[in-house]
Structure formats: C-alpha cells, structure tokens
C-alpha cells in the first residue's frame, strides 16, 4: 500500500518558537495533503487541505498566519507552527491521495508537539 | 450541519463480538470509513463502503444502509489487541472526510 511519512515523530520545544512537520508520500504523487490535529481522547480536527502548487484551504477557525503551510511538490508538505504556545501541544497528523474519489486516505504516523 | 454520532466507548470481552453503530448526517455522500487507532497513533484504514450491504474482511465486518443514515462496524473473535478507538467518518459532496470523535473499545480478559 502507500506510505506517508511524518518526521518528526516527537518534538518538544520552548514557548515562543517555530516548529516545522514534514509529510512525504513516498511511493505516490499526492495531489492532495490534509493536515489534522488531534487532543487526547477527542477526534481528528482538520486544520487544512493543500493542494500542491497553491495555497492550502484553512478550516474556519484555524489561523494561518500561525500554522504555516507549504505544500511545494507532489511528494512533500511542511506545517510550520510559529511562535509556538503551550496551547498548541497537540498529536498532528497528515494525510494525503492521489485522487479525489480515493476510497482511502493514507496517513503519517503523526507527530507529538508538546511546547514548554 | 454536518454531523457523525458513534458511543464514546463500549467493553466487550476478549473471544466475543461487538458492534460499533455509526449514524451520520452529511452534506452528499461518497462513502464511508471505518478506521482503527491506537492512542499515540495515526489512523489505520479498516473498511470503506459506498454502496448498502455489509462487506466483510476477515473478522471485521462493515454494514451500510444510506437511506438510514447508518454504518455499523462488526468485530468477531475479539482480541486484546483490538483494544483502540474506532473512528467512523463520512466523505461528503466535496470529497471532504467528516470524521467522529471515535469509540473506545475496552477488551477484557
């Protein structure tokens, strides 16, 4: 099946900088990325969808000066987190397919940000 | 609104069989997912149905009926490792997957 890999898995980092999450499709073009964040014990949140070339579609409420993201080739996207708060420590998690009618989205391992 | 119900949690016990209900109320319809997550984890894909009938892939087994608005996902000869949260989720008219917040599935001994 198709992989995406998320990197890093674990990141911590001091209150007031910028964290970058990388999600690559490794044996696919993926026309289109998902960027999720999950807090504990609730459901995946869908931050925003980018498709490749042009600027990513932030969900209502999501503020994308804040979370930054670039989706520069077929095979990689980047979250930027910037100027990192405690609030922001949460499980994201990407995704991404090929094809709008794909009966399966394929999903990085996620990454642990907690921010201190 | 757009709206996935599935129960917060269900405890069944290792060797039985449970059922997981999904109802969902969506802008358009391209289907449905049933996927597994163990906490720490990413989701993993289980099941996808688009048409009414149940499909059925070993012990796990995925019921659709559109006109009701309604998924169930069916585990058999449940194991201590099926011990995850079950997330049901609903790809609407924009090809948008609508997700629920998931069920916590308990397995005992």
């Known amino acids: 099946g198709a992989v995406v890999s998320q990197h890093p898995s674990r990141v911590i980092c001091k209150s007031g900088t910028s964290v970058k999450i990388e999600c690559r499709s490794l044996d696919f073009q993926a026309t289109t990325m998902f960027w999720y964040r999950q807090f504990p014990k609730q459901s995946l949140m869908l931050m925003a969808t980018?498709?490749?070339?042009?600027?990513?579609?932030?969900e209502q409420g999501v503020e994308k000066d804040k979370f930054l993201i670039n989706h520069a080739s077929l095979t990689l996207s980047t979250l930027t987190v910037t100027s990192a708060h405690p609030e922001d420590s949460s499980f994201y998690i990407c995704?991404?397919?090929?094809?709008?009618?794909?009966?399966?989205?394929?999903f990085g391992q996620g990454t642990r940000l907690t921010v201190v | 609104g757009q709206n996935i119900d599935q129960p917060t949690e269900m405890t069944a016990t290792e060797g039985a069989i449970v059922q997981i209900n999904c109802t969902y109320q969506t802008s358009g319809f391209n289907g449905l997912f049933w996927y597994q997550q163990h906490a720490g984890e990413a989701p993993t894909f289980l099941s996808y149905?688009?048409l009414d009938g149940l499909e059925e892939k070993g012990r796990f087994s995925s019921f659709l009926s559109r006109s009701k608005g309604y998924s169930y996902l069916l585990l058999k000869e449940l194991q201590m490792k099926d011990s995850a949260s079950y997330l049901c989720a609903v790809m609407d008219s924009n090809y948008q997957l609508i997700w629920g917040a998931g069920t916590k599935l308990i397995i005992k001994p």
């Open positions: 980018s498709n490749e070339g042009s600027k990513a579609t932030y």
């Open positions: 995704s991404a397919r090929w094809d709008r009618g794909q009966t399966e989205a394929f």
């Open positions: 149905n688009v």
